[in-house]
Nanobody, 117 residues
Framework: QVQLVESGGGLVQPGGSLRLSCAASGIIFSFYKMGWYRQAPGKQRELVATVTSSGVTNYADSVKGRFTISRDNPKTTVILQMNSLKPEDTAVYYC???????????WGQGTQVTVSS
């Protein structure tokens, strides 16, 4: 059974930092592209950042220079370090595991991030 379990969300003031973690199980982690997506109220889910199995990263323009995605294959974990947070970063953040060649796509349950003073 595949599980992606996010943690690290919460309430933070503008300009603050949070570190999201996603622990994966039930998949061959190193085969998967891992990513973070977010969905704000009334909006569609959007890409935040991805990291391929070989470590190539991609970021949404809105988070470039502020967020960093990384993966630890032995620990089957993907991290999203979020700095200089803004109110518009408020959303539910979801972890994703994708392997296009086998058409596998898995999602976590999401973790709430709220940026407010």
């Amino acid at each position: 059974q595949v599980q992606l379990v996010e943690s690290g969300g919460g309430l933070v003031q503008p300009g603050g930092s949070l570190r999201l973690s996603c622990a994966a199980s039930g998949i061959i982690f190193s085969f998967y592209k891992m990513g973070w997506y977010r969905q704000a109220p009334g909006k569609q889910r959007e890409l935040v950042a991805t990291v391929t199995s070989s470590g190539v990263t991609n970021y949404a323009d809105s988070v470039k220079g502020r967020f960093t995605i990384s993966r630890d294959n032995p620990k089957t974990t993907v991290i999203l370090q979020m700095n200089s947070l803004k109110p518009e970063d408020t959303a539910v953040y979801y972890c994703n595991a994708n392997r296009r060649i086998t058409n596998n796509d898995f999602w976590g349950q999401g973790t709430q991030v709220t940026v407010s003073s």
